[in-house]
């Protein structure tokens, strides 16, 4: 394979008892229970306070079921009512969205969840955790060329297993690692770039990967 680049509540009164009361004999545990009273407005509100709860659980319970809705349906099914809704109403997502960080400057998992949520190519699936934490590293040093190299090569994941390199050969992609040897050899080969921005940023990510040795 070539890539193209591209709450009740309760209450009771207690009476203060008379030297009297304290020589009469104490109540059995019945009395005592028959004696607690719940006012009407402490009925009420705990009625109300059920009520709310119940409603806010049935109200959650449809957001949820209208998001696995809108994301079953795929972007290009989707209208932009339900874009709306879905921006809107996925918290995780919009906290992502919400920072105003371009798509280089997000961390893997943030990147992997907004593909996930919006419907696009989920590239980031096929990421072991120490390449996501690699991704990372990329970001955080100012890196976009090196991290764009590491989103190339979860691209050819995403396209299968068996992908093209050097002189013809093919090669897993998905359980090749990700070295410089591996991207000299085989992964800056199933990529198709004209312009050579795809070659720079494997190169990029190459000599980030001298200077960054794995321990």
Do not use: C, W
């Not at 972007?75 to 906290?95: G, M, T, W, Y």
């Not at 990147?111 to 120490?130: C, E, I, M, P, R």
Request: aromatic share 6%; hydrophobic share 40%; no cysteine.
């Amino acid at each position: 394979m070539i890539v193209q680049s591209t709450s009740a509540v309760l209450f009771a009164n207690t009476a203060a008892r008379s030297p009297a009361a304290r020589q009469t004999p104490t109540a059995s545990p019945a009395n005592i229970a028959d004696t607690v009273r719940i006012s009407q407005a402490a009925r009420e509100a705990l009625a109300s306070s059920n009520a709310s709860s119940s409603s806010a659980t049935n109200n959650d319970k449809s957001v949820e079921a209208r998001l696995a809705e809108i994301r079953a349906r795929g972007p290009v099914n989707r209208s932009q009512e339900d874009q709306d809704f879905l921006f809107a109403n996925d918290k995780r997502l919009a906290e992502i969205t919400a920072q105003g960080k371009p798509p280089e400057k997000l961390t893997a998992d943030e990147l992997d969840y907004l593909q996930k949520a919006t419907g696009l190519v989920n590239t980031f699936a096929h990421l072991s955790s120490a390449e996501k934490a690699l991704y990372d590293k990329a970001v955080a040093s100012g890196n976009t060329e090196a991290a764009a190299g590491i989103s190339m090569i979860a691209l050819i994941r995403q396209g299968g297993e068996t992908a093209g390199g050097a002189n013809g050969t093919t090669y897993n992609s998905r359980t090749t690692e990700i070295t410089a040897a591996n991207i000299e050899k085989y992964f800056s080969h199933s990529i198709v770039d004209p312009t050579g921005k795809a070659q720079s940023q494997f190169q990029a990510l190459i000599q980030f990967l001298q200077d960054n040795p794995v321990a």
